[in-house]
T-cell receptor, first 113, second 112 residues
Framework: KNQVEQSPQSLIILEGKNCTLQ??????????LRWYKQDTGRGPVSLTI?????NTKSNGRYTATLDADTKQSSLHITASQLSDSASYIC????????????FGPGTSLSVIP | KAGVTQTPRYLIKTRGQQVTLSCSPI?????VSWYQQTPGQGLQFLFE???????NKGNFPGRFSGRQFSNSRSEMNVSTLELGDSALYLC???????????FGPGTRLLVL
């Protein structure tokens, strides 16, 4: 069964600290993995996208890694800011004729001063 | 380029009523997908339209339906509303398969 799991479910960190969010998936055949950021009450916004051959992708203070062998991905946030408070969603696409997309449940991150 | 727009942004209905939500994709995008998001459930896929044809469908009852027009604008209809239909409904568009989806701001529906 195609599934995407994320941990932790929620996280509280102090402003300026780093944090790492995890994503495990059982999606086959794998096409790509994206991380989205969703602010409260708004639509998700894409942060990074990685294909099978990519190990790391950065977008400013956000760095995503992918281990296709263990089917794990992580999103590392450096020097967190209050504006990083949001839900982070891991999304995996399967290589099918109709582009099947599986969403993880998300990790809720709160950055406090 | 304008982003994905959804109307209305907020909606209050009562049980048994029906509702129609609208989505205008980014210019040039022919694929439009709809999602339901509730606390604790995450994003649940409803359906995807491409060039006016439903290409993929999630596990939702027949009360949920949609369509896409020749200009790629899409509408979603929910009939006989239930309390459990209260959610944020998100629309996303993309240019082609395997491309990044761009989400709209969503329509927040409250069913009383």
């Amino acid at each position: 069964k195609n599934q995407v799991e994320q941990s932790p479910q929620s996280l509280i960190i102090l402003e300026g600290k780093n944090c790492t969010l995890q994503c495990n998936y059982t999606v086959s055949p794998f096409s790509n993995l994206r991380w989205y950021k969703q602010d409260t009450g708004r639509g998700p916004v894409s942060l990074t996208i990685m294909t099978f051959s990519e190990n790391t992708k950065s977008n400013g203070r956000y760095t995503a890694t992918l281990d296709a062998d263990t089917k794990q991905s992580s999103l590392h946030i450096t020097a967190s800011q209050l504006s990083d408070s949001a839900s982070y969603i891991c999304v995996v696409s399967a290589e099918t004729s109709y582009d099947k997309v599986i969403f993880g449940p998300g990790t809720s991150l709160s950055v406090i001063p | 380029k304008a982003g994905v727009t959804q109307t209305p942004r907020y909606l209050i209905k009562t049980r048994g009523q029906q509702v129609t939500l609208s989505c205008s994709p980014i210019s040039g995008h022919r694929s439009v997908s709809w999602y339901q998001q509730t606390p604790g459930q995450g994003l649940q896929f409803l359906f995807e339209y491409f060039s006016e044809t439903q290409r993929n469908k999630g596990n939702f009852p027949g009360r949920f339906s949609g369509r896409q027009f020749s200009n790629s604008r899409s509408e979603m209809n929910v009939s006989t509303l239930e309390l459990g239909d209260s959610a944020l409904y998100l629309c996303a568009s993309k240019w082609a398969q395997q491309e990044t989806q761009y989400f709209g701001p969503g329509t927040r529906l409250l069913v009383l």
